[in-house]
């Protein structure tokens, strides 16, 4: 800490990834807090960087690279939110500098990249903690003490359905592409990976298999007629049909710069590429199953075609079983022999994803301050990246995939 700050105990946080995620969980919340300094933003693209400072409303020191960052500030600690891909190099070279780290999920992209962070974690001695916001979603805390409390017995099965109406704009953007965001199976599934991990308490994942495939956001399957020699998109801003496709993704955010003309002039990057017509290498629906080494077997399904946003969990244990809806926040609590079957209906919260945002973002303040313990490591991320990992090699190569494979 500087010794200015030092004396008010303020901590000077900088966030490398200044888009979406970057500025609304991150930026906005940190801006709020009385004991932290937004002092600095990191981003290869200067006019996406200028237009979320000024999103912010503050002045701050813009940085290109975060070696430059940490070069030239006193920081005490960094949000990493930068594409997926770049996590790894970024979280590095963080804390080479020797700050605390929040790294947003995926931890990395692969196996081997997670490893890389993790040593890179130990050498730096400092807090480093998973983005996993969905362990401060309230359901799914109180559906893990229900389970820490013995409520369903032995647990010996798990499932997660998640349906993501936003989904399907990952097909508009760096996450459709495999180099970048290690697939939907690490991108999007690690997070319910994750969950399964910390329900049970991190036992080995050990066996893989998954099924996935592009079914519905192909060229075959755009929802209207295209009229002959009127091709759609290539964006939604830029495409004939914009006023008739029920699908068009409406960048409402570009009023306030980090996404217009201007910045993409810079890296080309577009975010509402047609999602129909996109190349893609990723899925945009599977099923993925994992077994652990205590036998017990999870599954999670992904689905990005829908109009319904859920996460459903079922967890299942030798004394009873318990459903949850993250839409509806209830949890179905239903006892194998006599019993009665209770509903809970779990308080909202305020904040990004049900009030997880601003809970992870305490969460990391309060540990730097030494007055929480780190409950989201590295190593948890390593292995839910471990189990995408897997899936993507399973529905790739059509077999099932031992997660021994990926630590060779
Ligand atoms: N936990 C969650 O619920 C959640 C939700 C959304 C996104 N995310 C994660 O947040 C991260 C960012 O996603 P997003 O949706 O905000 O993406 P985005 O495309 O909106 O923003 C990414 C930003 O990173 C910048 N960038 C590109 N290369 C960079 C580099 N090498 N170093 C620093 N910045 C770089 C881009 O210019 C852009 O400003 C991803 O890792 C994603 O998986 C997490």
Request: net charge positive; charged share 25%.
């Amino acid at each position: 800490m500087s010794s200015k700050n030092q004396k008010k105990n303020i901590l000077k946080v900088g966030i490398i990834g200044t888009g979406g995620r970057g500025i609304n969980a991150f930026g906005s919340y940190l801006a709020t807090r009385k004991d932290a300094e937004l002092a600095a933003l990191c981003d290869p693209n200067p006019v996406r960087m200028e237009a979320a400072a000024k999103r912010l409303n503050r002045s701050m020191r813009l940085y290109p690279t975060v070696e430059k960052m940490i070069a030239s500030e006193k920081l005490d600690a960094a949000v990493i939110t930068s594409p997926d891909y770049c996590h790894e190099p970024n979280a590095v070279a963080a804390l080479k500098g020797g700050i605390n780290v929040l790294i947003d999920k995926p931890l990395a992209t692969t196996v081997k990249g997670c490893q890389n962070i993790i040593a890179a974690a130990k050498k730096a001695d400092k807090v480093v903690m998973m983005g996993f916001n969905l362990r401060h979603h309230a359901v799914l805390k109180r559906l893990k003490k229900i389970i820490d409390d013995g409520v369903l017995g032995r647990v010996f099965l798990i499932e997660n359905r998640e349906f993501y109406d936003g989904g399907r704009t990952y097909m508009s953007r760096w996450n459709r592409h495999y180099a970048k965001s290690g697939g939907l199976w690490i991108h999007k599934g690690s997070h319910d990976f994750d969950i399964f991990n910390w329900f049970l308490g991190f036992p080995k994942p050990v066996k893989v298999s998954a099924f996935a495939g592009v079914d519905v956001l192909t060229p075959k399957h755009i929802p209207f007629k295209v009229k002959p020699g009127i091709p759609v998109g290539p964006t939604c801003g830029q495409c004939p049909y914009k006023k008739i496709c029920p699908d068009v993704y409406d960048l409402a955010e570009t009023a306030n710069g980090q996404w217009s003309d201007a910045a993409k002039k810079v890296d080309g990057y577009s975010k509402d590429l047609c999602m129909y017509t996109s190349d893609k290498d990723t899925h945009d629906n599977g099923i993925a199953i994992v077994e652990y080494e205590n036998g017990v077997k999870a599954s999670h399904m992904e689905c990005f075609i829908t109009s319904l946003s859920d996460r459903l969990y079922t967890v299942v244990g030798d004394r009873g079983q318990a459903e949850a809806s993250l839409h509806h926040r209830t949890i179905t609590v239903r006892p194998r022999w006599n019993g009665e079957v209770v509903t809970y209906q779990v308080p909202e919260e305020s904040g990004g994803h049900g009030g997880a945002d601003p809970s992870l973002a305490n969460a990391f303040l309060e540990t730097i301050k030494g007055r929480l313990k780190n409950q989201s490591t590295v190593e948890h991320g390593m292995w839910s990246t471990a189990i995408g990992q897997a899936a993507e090699i399973s529905r790739r190569q059509s077999r099932m995939v031992a997660i021994k494979e990926l630590f060779k």
